[in-house]
């Protein structure tokens, strides 16, 4: 099991159930705007909020939104300590910022220091795409062990000044790396491992190579907090994050949707009907399975492991539930009668 830090008061590893976090892309010294987009992410379902810190301005900002965010905010810092000192004062729950970019070791002293008296953690954010020069010689170019050695490298810098409380990330664009980087460093160590894909992509293909990458390593246990990048609103981010929890069979909040396939005894539109539950489902917190089928003679069969769903036959459908049929009902009431039963449970 990996060790445990505690961001804000949200605990990463040790156990502790697999958080989502997600990245605002405003400009975080635009305190309103920043504030709005992490409410809206809080209300999806993200646990942990980063923002990045560019200049002196955002970090000045930090206090402002941490005084009304609803949920911890981390800190993304490259390069200026004097960012990650001025963030740490103003508050922030935990600093992304790898220490062998920040300028030698008085710099990564103080910000060891300044991380220790505040109880603040630190995540080391190895990037694929960002290797250190030697590194990269020494392995002939990018490779998860040359990641490994990167964030082994890091944690030193900070161990140094007694300072261990790091979690790690080792995230590149490719897949198989990524997954074979994580690997590696939970064979290696016991520190909590933020998990991602990073530059993934768009909604569609990012969302996959974050649920093979992501959704694989967690199926294989590893993983204490996970972030999907996407080209996207990062609210898409948060609903990749669930599903793929939800998927990988970690977290049983929130209810989940199966459909059939359909085939050529489908009378009823069921993509449609399909992308309908799923849109209202989102507002649902109960963990609970749900089954949206294309027909009255095999839907609630096959879908008796479902606490609920509908079948749609010509014109009417059937509600059931645990299998069970319970009444036959019209094809334009079938929705609105499946979220009242939904309300019972
Ligand atoms: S539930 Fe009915 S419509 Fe859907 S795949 Fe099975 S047999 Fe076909």
Do not use: W
């Not at 997600?22 to 975080?28: A, E, I, L, P, Q």
């Not at 309103?32 to 379902?45: K, W």
């Not at 944690?155 to 140094?160: A, D, G, T, V, Y």
């Amino acid at each position: 099991m990996t060790k445990q830090i505690m961001v804000g008061g949200v605990p990463i590893g040790g156990g502790a159930p697999v958080t989502i976090q997600s990245m605002t892309n405003t400009r975080t010294d635009d305190v309103e705007a920043t504030l709005h987009q992490i409410r809206t992410l809080a209300a999806a379902g993200c646990e942990i909020i980063r923002v990045a810190v560019p200049d002196m301005a955002a970090a000045k900002a930090v206090g402002k939104l941490k005084e009304e965010s609803p949920i911890p905010v981390v800190v993304d810092i490259h390069f200026d300590y004097k960012l990650a000192l001025e963030a740490i004062a103003a508050g922030a729950d935990k600093v992304r910022i790898n220490p062998g970019n920040i300028g030698g070791a008085d710099h990564v002293k103080a910000v060891a220091q300044a991380c220790a008296r505040r109880g603040v953690p630190i995540r080391i954010g190895v990037n694929g795409g960002s290797l250190e020069k030697p590194l990269l010689a020494k392995y002939g170019g990018v490779c998860p062990e040359a990641m490994v050695e990167s964030a082994f490298g890091h944690i030193r810098l900070l161990n140094q000044y007694d300072f261990d409380d790091i979690c790690v990330s080792l995230k590149s664009s490719s897949v198989p790396m990524t997954m074979k980087a994580y690997r590696l460093m939970s064979q290696a160590s016991d520190y909590p491992l933020h998990i991602g894909v990073t530059e993934a992509g768009t909604v569609r293909m990012g969302t996959l190579k974050s649920a093979v990458g992501i959704g694989g390593l967690l199926a294989l246990g590893i993983g204490d907090t996970m972030r999907v990048s996407l080209s996207a609103d990062p609210v898409e981010e948060v609903y990749a994050a669930k599903e793929i929890l939800k998927a990988a069979g970690v977290r049983k909040e929130g209810a989940e949707l199966v459909s059939c396939p359909t085939c050529g005894r489908t009378r009823i539109d069921l993509i449609a009907l399909a992308n309908e539950v799923e849109e209202r489902l989102k507002a649902v917190d109960k963990p609970i399975t749900v089954a949206v089928m294309g027909c009255v003679v095999n839907g609630p069969g096959e879908a008796s492991a479902a606490d609920c769903g509908i079948a749609g036959g010509v014109g009417e459908g059937l509600l059931f539930k645990k299998g069970q049929i319970i009444k036959k009902v019209p094809q334009e009431q079938l929705v609105e009668e499946l979220f009242a039963l939904i309300e019972t449970l």
